[in-house]
């Protein structure tokens, strides 16, 4: 992981998708070849401007923040930055997506795992913790900023929101049937725990460095159990 912001995912455009497929001659190597590790390197820079992007969203918001201001943090002329990124759209974009993916693989593993819905909240409540620890600043965007998506980005988000909130849903209410969690509202619950575990990221940076473990104990007992 090269930044604390995001995880890129870059896949080999048409045309270098034919050339590798070609690989039995040194040219189509060699043009391979190059093309990675021109990749990398973009790659390499690019993450670095989402991550200095992503604390000046953090600190200021997404629609006070400019492509100049985002250029000049980095110590690069403005019109440096469009040679690895296209807009400030597309650093919002990587910044919400990537995360709201993250969540959305871990719910997808915990939805088919041979536990209890006990068991599978207390999972959900850690993966919220583990994410908030590792991305604070790209959580700030997806909180804050994830209405200034567009297009297929912004339905693609709500999707998966949709989709989370619906899973977590569907296990409260399954615990609730098996009488392992109290009878109150699914609703309640859902934002109670929600609520909470997505401003977490507030609370743990001016808190300062916690341990994980004892974050992820102390938490999931107070959010399942209550502190009486």
């Given at each position: 992981?090269?930044?604390?912001?995001?995880?890129?995912?870059?896949?080999?455009?048409?045309?270098h998708r034919?050339?590798?497929?070609k690989t039995?001659t040194?040219?189509?190597?060699?043009?391979?070849?190059?093309?990675?590790?021109n990749?990398?390197?973009?790659v390499?820079?690019?993450?670095?401007?989402?991550?200095?992007?992503?604390?000046?969203?953090?600190?200021?918001?997404?629609s006070?923040?400019?492509?100049?201001?985002?250029?000049?943090?980095?110590?690069?002329?403005?019109?440096?930055?469009?040679n690895?990124?296209e807009?400030k759209?597309?650093?919002?974009?990587?910044?919400?997506?990537?995360?709201?993916?993250?969540?959305t693989s871990?719910m997808?593993?915990?939805?088919?795992?041979?536990?209890?819905?006990?068991?599978?909240?207390?999972?959900?409540?850690?993966?919220?913790?583990?994410?908030?620890?590792?991305y604070?600043?790209?959580?700030?965007?997806?909180?804050?900023?994830?209405m200034h998506l567009?297009g297929?980005?912004l339905?693609?988000?709500?999707?998966?929101?949709?989709?989370?909130?619906?899973?977590f849903?569907?296990?409260?209410k399954?615990?609730?049937?098996?009488?392992?969690?109290?009878?109150?509202?699914?609703?309640v619950?859902?934002?109670?725990?929600?609520?909470?575990?997505?401003?977490?990221y507030?609370?743990?940076?001016k808190?300062?460095?916690?341990?994980?473990?004892?974050?992820?104990?102390?938490m999931?007992?107070?959010?399942?159990?209550?502190?009486?």
């Amino acid at each position: 992981m090269a930044t604390s912001g995001s995880r890129l995912r870059y896949s080999l455009p048409d045309s270098h998708r034919e050339s590798s497929n070609k690989t039995s001659t040194p040219n189509a190597k060699l043009t391979l070849i190059r093309y990675l590790s021109n990749s990398m390197k973009t790659v390499t820079r690019k993450e670095e401007i989402i991550n200095v992007a992503s604390q000046l969203f953090k600190e200021k918001g997404y629609s006070a923040v400019s492509m100049r201001d985002i250029a000049q943090e980095m110590g690069m002329k403005a019109a440096s930055l469009y040679n690895h990124i296209e807009s400030k759209q597309e650093i919002l974009s990587v910044l919400v997506l990537e995360l709201a993916r993250m969540f959305t693989s871990g719910m997808e593993e915990v939805l088919p795992a041979r536990l209890s819905p006990l068991q599978k909240i207390e999972k959900i409540i850690q993966l919220h913790i583990e994410i908030t620890v590792n991305y604070s600043e790209a959580l700030a965007a997806l909180n804050n900023d994830w209405m200034h998506l567009e297009g297929d980005d912004l339905d693609q988000f709500v999707q998966m929101r949709e989709d989370y909130e619906e899973n977590f849903r569907s296990i409260i209410k399954e615990g609730m049937e098996l009488g392992q969690l109290r009878p109150h509202h699914p609703e309640v619950i859902l934002f109670s725990i929600l609520s909470t575990l997505r401003t977490l990221y507030l609370w743990y940076q001016k808190r300062g460095k916690l341990d994980v473990n004892v974050l992820k104990k102390d938490m999931t007992s107070v959010l399942l159990r209550g502190i009486v």
